[in-house]
């Protein structure tokens, strides 16, 4: 039987020291056909492990509807892993942050009345126990010492930086050792001492997350883990980005020197991220620290393998430097061909708006929690009073981005990013206000956050009443028509060739705001607010023969054209 301990000083591969060098690869921001190639080139670099988060709300999105198939399926993902020679840790949080929606809590969990988000709350005790059973029923039998290659688990997320329940903590802990899960333990906080202190038990393993200073934030990681081995375990090699900022690198040979240093001194590594992925869909999450930031769709991080999976001269330096430590593979992966270039004329109407629903009015809005919709689009309706000339509509909130009309003509846009809550809007009988969720908090104290049009909405100081919702399904959206689309909110569709699937990648710079989709894949979302210019579309949602291109543009389609590129756009950088 094939062990994996935590000696004195280090860690223990069968009793014999063992320095852990491993990668962060998300498999929820991966598709699954390109699994293993991903898996592959990170071995390539010269690890010996990756590491994984589990997003809670990918495998259950809507309570006690669990998945754990298809782009879900976490044991295939550990069992390709393992397949190249490599051990795995598994991060099940609850709590992931990684820039995920909702920091990769399920709606349906925090929007729950009266629960206490990572804390030894009942309601969310309960729950998690219940996610992490199903979590631990894939990995335990995959642990080292049954045969497979799971090396550590981790227990909660930088919890230091959120809470010090205790409590909280050892229930996590007695959940897992219930469940079969024998391999260490594990923590990892900012080495800061307030954090380290609060974040962790006795019984624990202490890591650090950091991507610079290392030898200093070694010492402090040790005055905090007086014996065991030192490992960073979420060692920063780039960064995200969000939109309305620039595209966010690390120079390569410094980071490479700060891995030098780190592994020079004996110590244990896992890199996040080795390979980015993309936030498909509106999976992406978003900041709040003064101003909300969401995050763009892709996750390319920066990283040694970029978002469409090839080495980058990050990769290169860093193989370098792990090489002078460890065994590294003669194969080096080819660097990234040159995607196919063309055009698709695209046609649809213009001024595209779905129906309102025929329901009940209610006093104030609903909220997207209140509607139990997980898409980004809400229509909200009511009735206008009658007045003459202009009149100051002001809602309390608006989460996140909202698009007014008054008789279905368009009055203006507010945005929270810009803490916009107010304009004139002239005289009509129909106000109609269509809101974007931008994407959810993954930090702090604004998880679990509502979405939609928050609180009252006054007309003149006067509360307008009487509103209807209607979720939008962009599952279902339709459109039609042969028009250009050239002015407003348009849905657009076009058809083209390819003669085998390939990656490509969708130039949207000349469009507005809106979400894409290929052969009915959803890429993501897309915005002219910088920095990202380009959608990666994975090869496997492409196919030999025909496909389609469909585009919901929200607010002006200016270019009814889709541009396929032969290299991503990321964005400016900083100068």
């Known amino acids: ?185 594990t923590t990892v906080d900012q080495p800061m001492p307030w954090m380290l202190e609060a974040g962790s038990l006795p019984e624990l393993h202490l890591t650090g997350s950091f991507g610079s200073r290392s030898e200093e934030r070694l010492a402090t990681l040790r005055e905090h883990q007086p014996t065991g081995p030192l490992m960073c375990s979420e060692f920063w090699d780039g960064w995200f980005d969000w939109w309305g900022s620039i595209h966010h690198t690390t120079d390569p040979a410094a980071s490479a020197h700060d891995l030098d240093v780190l592994l020079a001194a004996g110590a244990s590594v896992n890199i996040y991220m080795v390979h980015g992925g993309t936030n498909f869909g509106t999976t992406n999450g978003a900041n709040d620290k003064g101003r909300f930031d969401p995050i763009v769709t892709s996750y390319d991080y920066d990283a040694p393998i970029d978002e469409s999976g090839h080495p980058t001269a990050k990769f290169h330096a860093f193989r370098e430097v792990i090489a002078k430590y460890a065994p590294v593979s003669a194969e080096v992966p080819a660097p990234r061909p040159t995607a196919p270039s063309f055009e698709v004329t695209l046609s649809g109407e213009g001024e595209w708006m779905p129906a309102a629903a025929d329901t009940a009015p209610i006093d104030s809005p609903a909220t997207f ?16 009073p009658s007045f003459t000339g202009r009149a100051a ?29 107010a304009l004139m809007i002239p005289a009509g009988a129909r106000l109609t206000v269509l809101v974007e969720d931008q994407g959810r908090v993954n930090y702090a104290d604004r998880l679990g956050e509502p979405k939609g049009l928050i609180g009252a909405v006054t007309l003149d100081g006067a509360p307008l009443t009487g509103w209807t919702a209607t979720p939008i399904d962009l599952d279902t959206v339709e459109g039609s028509g042969s028009g250009s689309g050239s002015a407003g909110r348009a849905f657009l569709r076009g058809t083209f060739e390819l003669d085998a699937p390939v990656d490509l990648f969708l130039d949207t710079g000349s469009w507005g705001k809106g979400f894409a989709f290929v052969n009915g894949f959803f890429l993501g979302r897309y915005w002219n607010n910088a920095p990202q210019n380009t959608l990666y579309v994975p090869g496997p949602a492409t196919r030999a023969g025909a496909n389609e291109i469909v585009v919901l543009e929200l607010e002006h389609a200016v270019d009814p054209v889709a541009r396929f590129v032969a290299e991503p756009s990321l964005g400016q950088l900083e100068e």
């Open 393 to 421: 509509l002001v809602f309390d909130e608006v989460r996140d981005l909202a698009w007014v009309h008054v008789d279905g003509i368009a009055v203006g846009r507010l945005s929270r990013s810009l803490r916009e809550r």
């Open 1 to 185: 039987m094939t062990t994996f301990t935590i000696g004195e000083t280090d860690f223990l591969l069968d009793g014999r020291p063992h320095q852990v060098i491993s990668g962060t690869l998300h498999y929820f921001r991966i598709h699954p056909e390109h699994w293993a190639d991903r898996i592959r080139t990170a071995k390539a670099m010269g690890l010996n492990t990756i590491e994984t988060y589990v997003a809670w709300n990918a495998h259950e999105p809507v309570k006690g509807e669990w998945d754990a198939t298809g782009w879900n399926d976490l044991g295939r993902f550990l069992d390709l892993i393992a397949a190249e020679g490599l051990h795995a840790i598994v991060r099940p949080g609850p709590y992931i942050c990684a820039e995920w929606h909702n920091g990769g809590l399920p709606v349906w969990l925090t929007s729950t009345p009266g629960i206490g988000i990572r804390r030894s709350e009942p309601q969310f005790v309960e729950a998690v126990t219940e996610y992490l059973r199903r979590v631990y029923e894939i990995v335990a039998p995959r642990q080292i010492d049954r045969g497979g290659n799971v090396v550590l688990v981790q227990i909660e997320n930088e919890y230091g930086a959120y809470g010090s329940d205790k409590e909280y903590l050892r229930e996590l802990v007695r959940v897992t050792k219930d469940a079969g899960i024998t391999v260490p333990l």
């Open 369 to 384: 929690e209140q509607l139990g919709h997980l898409g980004p689009l809400v229509r909200y309706d009511v009735e206008l």
